[in-house]
Each structure stands twice: as structure tokens, then as C-alpha cells.
């Protein structure tokens, strides 16, 4: 069974910085899944963030977001990460962990599309205060 849980979320003034994480769980492999983060304001659609295709280490992000942060991976701890930096009020919203099946790559338009992602974690909060 696959699990994803997110940490890392929290409070930051305009122009801070924060790392959420994503660890993963029930993978059989630690490489070759593609992982990505979406945020959820309040009355807003679920948007994506930024993807990776672990082990290959393609990345994608939003244009909202480029420059500003930055996905990674973590393969010994299973684990990927988001690291954000010059944030603003706009990007507070609750962060998605989300992750498909083995070998489904993250390539063209679809890393961005929400039902690509078989796995979903429980989301953390992200706060950006003026």
C-alpha cells in the first residue's frame, strides 16, 4: 500500500523561505515514479507546482513557480523535496503530495494534470504573511 506524507509546511513572512518534504512508502522501487507537488488555496482549484521523474531526474514546474523553487529527490530516504524561497502571499495554500505507478513518466503536459497522480498525500499547510 502506497502512503505519501508531507512535512515541512508552517508560517513565513513575504519573502522567507521553507522545505516541505514527501516520503514515500509500499514503492518497490526507489526510482522511475513520478512525484510532484500541487497546492490548493482557499476557492481555488488545485494547481500543480513542480514534478520529477525520480531516478532519471527530469523536473517541471509551473511558470508561477519557476526560479522560486525547486523539486528534488532524496532516493535513500524514498523522500522528494520542494524547496521554496522569495515566497509571497500568492503561494499560500495547502501543498498535495501526489505520485503515480512505477515507470509512469511525467513527460509532455500530463505532470500537470491532477488525475495523472494515482496517490495522493494528505496535504500540508503553507502560509505567507505581507
Known amino acids: 500500500q502506497v502512503q505519501l506524507v508531507e512535512s515541512g509546511g508552517g508560517s513565513v513572512q513575504a519573502g522567507g523561505s521553507l522545505q516541505l518534504s514527501c516520503a514515500a512508502s509500499g514503492f518497490t522501487s526507489s526510482m522511475y515514479y513520478c512525484m510532484g507537488w500541487f497546492r490548493q488555496a482557499p476557492g481555488k482549484e488545485r494547481e500543480a507546482v513542480a514534478s520529477?521523474?525520480?531516478?532519471?531526474?527530469?523536473?517541471y514546474y509551473a511558470d508561477s513557480v519557476k526560479g522560486r523553487f525547486t523539486i528534488g529527490q532524496d532516493n535513500a530516504k524514498n523522500t522528494i523535496f520542494l524547496r521554496m524561497k522569495s515566497l509571497n502571499p500568492e503561494d499560500s495554500a495547502i501543498y498535495y503530495c501526489?505520485?503515480?505507478?512505477?515507470?509512469?513518466?511525467?513527460?509532455?503536459?500530463?505532470?500537470?494534470?491532477?488525475?495523472?497522480?494515482?496517490?495522493w498525500g494528505q496535504g500540508t499547510q503553507v502560509t505567507v504573511s505581507s
Open positions: 520529477i521523474y525520480t531516478g532519471e531526474g527530469s523536473t
Open positions: 501526489a505520485a503515480n505507478d512505477f515507470r509512469r513518466a511525467c513527460g509532455g503536459g500530463t505532470w500537470s494534470t491532477d488525475s495523472f497522480y494515482k496517490y
